[in-house]
């Protein structure tokens, strides 16, 4: 697509991404169904994997790295009785063990060791870097190297179907978090070890229980032309409705615009900020200092 034929375009779009396409892909598919000069993702999902793929869209690309930090939800099943290499379905099996006859009190008594804060080894096949090169490409070289452990926080982690050789489980996570080594973990603590045949993203951040939309209907949106994609999009600032939001004047919002801390009547005592000014236009982001005034960190152009 020629420059010229792109357009700005500002927002957020809860794609419901299909199985068996990069995180990648599917954004440089809908980028060009919008016609959009500038987009990102937060965060990439497997190929396995489906569902909630956030993509930000012009000036929501400031907020990508924010959203990239945020807690995320996985519906996932794990496939009892087969390790592979890559820890899910696409990898070749390592070994087949015999399942033993579970009940639900034994897999609850498994699955209390993995809440709360624990360490991870990342897989192989993940993104992660060594010696500046991606472990999945060394992995595929037959390559494999020592990874250090990384704390993680499991805030809920529940049964929600148990099967003859198969787990479904709902889990709320910290960034970072793995579910293949999470299945992976579960499977050696079953004592038949595990990997993941099904993976959902169901929520992201503020992003939890909205309508996301597919590629078809997107395509279909497309054919009813580029306002109809439009009103697909979300607001920028709906990427941080979990944070506090303090509101400017027309005087604080042009100090806060030259890089200047501004005092904000009755703002929280700390944290970061959704900044509005006159009119309720959103600003951009910002954080509390320690005195208590209002300091700006990424703000959006003016439009």
Known sequence: ??????????GILL?????????????????????????GHTGSLDPLATGLLPLCFGEAT?????????DKRYRFTCKLGETT???????????????PELTETVVETALARFRGEIEQIPPMYSALKHQG???????????EVERKARRVLIHELVLVRLGNSEL???????KGTYVRSLCEDLGAALGCGAHVSQLRRTALGPFAGQPMITLDALEALAEQGLDALDNALLP?????????????????????????????????GEGSVRIYGPQDVFVGMGAILDDGRVAPKRLLAQA
């Not at 100090?255 to 005092?263: A, C, E, N, S, T």
């Open 1 to 10: 697509m020629a420059a010229s034929s792109k357009r700005p375009v500002n």
């Open 15 to 39: 794609l419901d991404k299909p199985e068996g396409l990069t995180s990648n892909r599917a954004l440089q598919k809908v980028k060009r169904l919008f016609k959009a000069q500038k987009a």
């Open 62 to 70: 400031k907020i990508s790295g924010f959203l990239l930090d945020a």
């Open 85 to 99: 290499t890559t820890g899910d379905q696409e990898g070749d099996v390592l070994e087949r063990l015999p399942v």
């Open 133 to 143: 090169e991606r472990l999945y490409r060394l992995a595929r070289q037959g390559v």
């Open 168 to 174: 479904e489980l709902d889990v709320h996570c910290s």
């Open 236 to 268: 920028i600032d709906a990427g941080l409705a979990h944070w506090p939001a303090v509101q400017l004047d027309s005087d604080s919002a042009y100090y806060l615009r030259q890089g200047q801390p501004v005092w904000v009547p009755k703002a929280p």
